[in-house]
């Protein structure tokens, strides 16, 4: 949809050096920017060419401040943020129908708040209930009694089982499963058998979570799976039963958490990283990719990297690496 | 439902101390528990938390006999086992409606057993067998010529490809792929293409066996892909081509198989564990999260913990660490 | 579907020792082979096993020439490679009747080529392009725009985002999701709030490309994710946004990509690499399982074989491991 900048700059909070009138329409990265496309640069060095491409319009820093040039600029002391902003402000909104699509099946005691647009071949279960305009995509599978809120989007070919709660806002990609069994089991001395321990606790995703595709999240066994608000999480990642995820937590793909686990506010967990049961990670720490830790161990220092299995301070463990890549050499 | 204590007793084989007339409706964890609901404890120093709780019955050890308490005490020699079968026995039973829902498609080649129910927006194939009072989930593919057991329970959108067959009691979690192709490629020399090496073998799942979501197991590519009896595999696990996975066996989430590796009965593989092709992990061998099996490689030892890639025996590993720990500290 | 040894000879390239005119049925292994069966041996050593099997006719090497066997031997230069061919040679055909299932749903804008068959409960939204005699298998969401070249084979409940893009005789196995949103978000460092950023780029999937079961592949940020002609890719493998991917690339299992990676033609990864974002990996470069390579990191050399986190020349972390497990002896 076309802005003029001006629009834009208002909407971002960003000070306009040039035309502010003309229109920009989408945005784009310098290098495959077309003329109506807006773009952003982070660092001087990466002016000039911004400067040359074929944007309309250029998001960066005070740098650019000054800079004689025909483009139109919009400075702001984040830019990326300005540019993630502005992206959202352009972005073509989806116009998912409101209604149920004929070929969906809606149980007569679901209920659908305003304005929900139910695709094909989708199921909702009795009890149901979806908030206003939100979206439940093609094939999904909605069970008994789960409680989605408002304008979230549900990717096609998700499965959300019996009961799980979602909040507003919340962006769950395809093929997600939501609520699904934990991995408990008991074994008979006497038989080998390993019995089900019960599964029988909730889930509960608040608002503006993200879940990525084919990622999978468990129930409580006894108590409560916890996603805290703004956590965003890549695709195909495990967290298992009982894990209290905090608020605004980044973790990327295929990492996996066992059972019981707490991930404090603001974590950023690496991909492929590893947790082992009833472990704690606190406020602010950085897990770097493949890194592993231990059952019940407790990660702590807001801002501080952890890399390795089983996970020590970054430091350390470069040290360790450095000295075994030493001792190879002697071989 | 609501069961007197005296029947749960009975029904997993517990002393009653105190009124066994008194009814409970459900399991629930200490900290969570309220009136009407069975506890348990493993521990005696947990008695007092359990004792405190607001639960009507404690399942517990020898340990909590002649306290003086107004809880009601079950008294068995494996709490956490008595538990889960007091769970199972208070299980709500979702009722599945028997019957092919409007919206599904069955093929009229299929055969449906006694009490078969099939969800909304299922397909099952031609000739595909379902065998009696087994559920179907919404969304759910089952191919040609599959074969489910009885009493098994297919989550929604799970995809079963043609042929592969399921024991009785299997539980398949939302979104798993059960018989997809395994991954052959033979490389022609002269073009460098990869041509596909023919995936025409079998799946055979074993009577009690549960799997994750999202996990995917691959059929053989010329003979069978099998997994034992009561073996219980996490979310997110992979399993290639020719696979033999014994019985009683537990793989975590995110561990992955290449093809034609034999894992023997009462195997435990931690989560993101990696075994090469043609590997063997001989009977009770526990793998520790995270590690790596090389191709061909054999590990023995009962009971014989092994962690680290390449897998090595624990308390050899723990070493190599100590060391690496030391010898970083020197840089 | 029976099949002459000198119609198969032909199509293959191999020379006939025996009796051309005997019919096989299918390919067997050498140890599940019965009358009928088509098997190969690659290494003399085996050969006696085949011919001893209850296979009509072997596939071999030259080695075989010229021993006196009542089978029929087809000898060629690379027996694997020319069973391969053959086996795909004697594949029965899946019909998948053309047309569109009447629980499907087909958007009327939609366009759909000659022999196009779309099973039951598929969805095809509006725009979306299918080539001819594709077929889309049972609960697939196909979305708005999406394009999909001619001969593809879509196994059931996949999702492929609005606007992505296949080329011909693609397989993409059950579960896979292609096209959805890349993991990409900025920090407003006055709330701690992560905003999304733009995931409004595109997918391009080349010809001849096979994509394991509930694999992810993400669309381009601003830009566009590419998978290259002939790569094959394994089950469970997440491919984040804006990776190039070569042609003829091999990625097992659980491998994961983050962000705008280049992995050059030819490359083989092993199952649960891990790879950190703009890294490059060169022309056949061969990846060791659960191998890292950090962010921005280069892997250069045709043919050579990496491993470790973070990974380094085979030769050289051989070396490190040995002098790990020598200093872990003397602790």
Known sequence: MK?????IAEAIGARVVGDGGIEVSKVASVRAAAGGDLVFIEDEKNLDSALHSKASAVIAGDFAEGRDTSKVLLIVSHPRLAFARAGEFLRERTEHQPGVHPTAFVHPSAKLGAGVSIDANATVDGEAAIGNHTWIGAGCAIGEGAEIGEDCKIYPNVTIYPGAKLGNRVIVHAGAVLGSDGFGYVRDPATGRHEKFPQIGELEIEDDVEIGANTTIDRGALEVTRIGRGTK????VHIG???????????AAQAGFSGSIVIEDNVVIGGQVGVGEHARIQEGVMLGGQSGVLPKKILRGKGIAFWGTPAKPLREYLKQLAALAKLGKRQ
């Open 3 to 7: 802005r003029r900048v001006s629009e």
């Open 241 to 251: 039963h009982n894990c209290q995820i905090g608020e605004n937590v980044i973790i």
């Open 233 to 236: 999480i890549d695709n195909l």
